[in-house]
């Protein structure tokens, strides 16, 4: 059995309240995931909704690597979810690190580095890079730019974890995941928070999922205060 078929086998629950029925039973074991939105569209909250099921309830220490969250505002908007980012740390549970792009193109140049070994030290199964639009912003040459993303890539591919990126992306209707389409990532998610005759609407949609026969639908999601929760029943038309 090659690896790849290995990966085809086992699926990693995202803890997102009824997500992983849509998707086949979750994630993929090692495959890399793309959550793209807007502003607010709760991209943060679903990495690490992500990375708490992992933690808590699947024994998958997480490493959380970000360019723009900063740690104490984040450390407690969670607790508000219940997630005590603190405790995990202090635990070796989870890993807060907060990168620049700049550190993260040193990162590539030099191989794993500090992250490797942060890794290696917690034993980290879940991983996500939140967001990598600043990272691709780097790059203003697109060539450069998809050789560095293709360079990334292999690089957690290299660390066995299952990953999430997060993107911006403003655009209504997906089509122009700016960085993102240069990560030839194994599933792409994306979140909305539109207004619909003067509401603002949360919605979630599958734009792709390989080798995963998901739904083509736009769910509605809602967050509770227990985190992200899918509404499969509940069809948003906008
Ligand atoms: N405890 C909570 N209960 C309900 N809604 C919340 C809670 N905490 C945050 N929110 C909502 O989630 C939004 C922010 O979510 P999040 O930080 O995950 O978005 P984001 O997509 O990461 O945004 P950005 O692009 O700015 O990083 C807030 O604007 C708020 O509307
Ligand atoms: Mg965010």
């Known amino acids: 059995m090659n690896k790849n078929t290995k990966k085809v086998s086992k699926r990693v629950s995202t803890g997102i309240f009824n997500l992983d029925s849509i998707i086949g039973k979750g994630f993929k074991l090692n495959s890399i995931n793309l959550v793209a939105g807007g502003a607010g569209s709760a991209k943060t909250i679903f990495a690490i909704q992500f990375l708490i099921e992992g933690i808590i309830k699947n024994k998958e220490p997480g490493i959380y690597i970000t360019f723009e969250e900063k740690k104490e505002k984040l450390y407690d908007d969670m607790l508000s979810f219940g997630w005590d980012l603190a405790k995990l740390e202090k635990e070796e ?34 991983l996500v890079i939140d967001s ?10 697109e060539l450069e730019r998809k050789e560095a993303s293709l ?26 995941i700016s960085a993102a389409l240069e990560f030839e990532v194994d599933s792409i998610i994306l979140l909305y928070y539109i207004r619909i005759k003067g ?24 967050i509770s205060n227990k985190g992200l929760v899918v509404h499969p029943n509940k069809k948003v038309i906008f």
């Open 199 to 222: 509401n603002r609407v949360r919605a979630i949609e599958i734009l792709k999922m390989r080798g995963t026969k998901h739904l083509e639908r736009t769910f509605s999601f809602e």
């Open 93 to 126: 549970k989870f890993v807060f690190l907060e990168y620049t792009p700049e550190q993260v193109k040193k990162v590539l140049v030099e191989g794993g580095g500090t992250v490797e070994s942060l890794i290696n030290k917690i034993k980290a199964k879940r």
């Open 132 to 141: 990598i639009t600043s990272f691709a912003l780097l790059y203003s040459d």
């Open 151 to 176: 360079a990334l890539m292999d690089l957690i591919n290299t660390w066995e974890c299952t990953a999430l990126l997060t993107s911006q992306d403003e655009s209504k209707d997906g089509n122009t």
